[in-house]
């Protein structure tokens, strides 16, 4: 089990929004099996921050159904074993564009230009359904593809984050919200079918056709600038 606290400031810009925002995971416990085990930390302790994430981006309306974002990452590994370290701390550019359509059409691309040098692209759908009145269900499907972050045949020691430039996987989702006033309550069940060979690693020794995991997220927002007024 892992821990992922974020929080993020959203500030309208230029008629669209600016975002600041910080993303860190956190091992929940020691998880030091070389058997059963893979963990960013290696094992090291419980309650290990293994990973932070700085992010900026800006989006903005591209006409009257599309939305388009573009921003940066900054991958930080504080951590000096396990699966990552300081020497994968590297940098990403992304964009996104977004559809006001059934299914809310999205495509989003990463491209690394530090440690892995390559192109990473997301494809997605998604429809919410009302199971009640007050817990809406959002059903999502993700596929990813590899353009250029898999292993580099000319130089087979620099970090790829898949084992080759292909299909990555499919991921099938159902997120639920339930709202309490500022607080929302978001339980979530992912199952996953990979195609990439480091997609299918579930334990050190173990590669899986099939995936599945479940989580839940807690988060509170609170406006600090007043509402403009409605126009009459």
Request: aromatic share 10%; hydrophobic share 40%; proline share 6%.
């Amino acid at each position: 089990m892992v821990l992922q606290p974020d929080a993020y400031l959203t500030i309208p810009a230029g008629g669209g929004s600016a975002v600041l925002g910080f993303w860190s995971t956190i091992d929940a416990g020691r998880y030091d099996d070389p058997v059963d085990d893979l963990s960013e930390g290696g094992g090291t302790s419980s309650l290990n921050a293994t990973e932070l994430n700085v992010w900026a981006e800006y989006g903005h309306g591209l006409g009257s159904r599309m939305t388009g974002t573009v921003g940066g990452l900054i991958y930080l590994f504080p951590n000096e074993s396990g699966l990552t370290n300081d020497v994968n701390r590297t940098v990403e550019v992304y964009g996104k564009l977004q559809l006001a359509a059934p299914l809310s059409p999205k495509l989003a691309a990463w491209y690394d230009l530090d440690k892995v040098n390559g192109l990473y692209l997301e494809g997605s759908v998604s429809h919410t359904v009302a199971v009640s009145e007050s817990f809406p269900v959002t059903l999502g499907a993700l596929g990813g593809f590899s353009g250029s972050q898999g292993i580099n045949d000319a130089d087979p020691a620099e970090i790829a984050n898949f084992a080759g430039n292909t299909f990555t996987h499919l991921d099938l989702s159902a997120t639920g919200v339930f709202r309490l006033g500022s607080v929302t309550l978001s339980p979530t069940v992912h199952f996953l079918l990979p195609n990439d060979d480091f997609a299918r690693i579930t334990k050190p020794a173990v590669r899986r056709d099939a995936k599945a995991w479940a989580g839940v997220s807690l988060s509170w927002s609170k406006q600090l600038t007043r509402p403009e007024p409605a126009s009459e």
